[in-house]
């Protein structure tokens, strides 16, 4: 099953919570905390209301997102964000 997002939404394969910290201690799963980085997935058209708009960000982008933004979504045991593009902060390079 696949999600194509409409418009300026983007779908993210949200990244996995750290396991231990850089010195070594193991986290629980109440104080991991989530990552706010993820690989888009799916990008919409860019048409909303009928106006064609820029999709800046394209899949297999890693990006920064807005702490409480879109909508967790969870497929066939894999978790997803759907979020819109204006809700990106970042992208990452190398």
Do not use: H, N
Not at 45 to 61: A, Y
């Amino acid at each position: 099953m696949k999600i194509r997002p409409l418009g300026d939404r983007i779908v993210l394969k949200k990244a996995e919570a750290e396991e231990k910290t850089a010195s070594g201690i193991i986290l629980t799963g109440a104080a991991k905390e989530q990552p706010q980085f993820a690989e888009v997935v799916a990008v919409g058209s860019g048409v909303i209301d009928g106006k064609e708009i820029t999709m800046e960000i394209k899949v297999g982008d890693k990006v920064i997102y807005s702490k409480y933004a879109g909508t967790e979504v969870k497929i066939e045991d894999q978790e997803f964000i759907v979020i819109k593009q204006d809700e990106v902060v970042g992208v990452l390079e190398d």
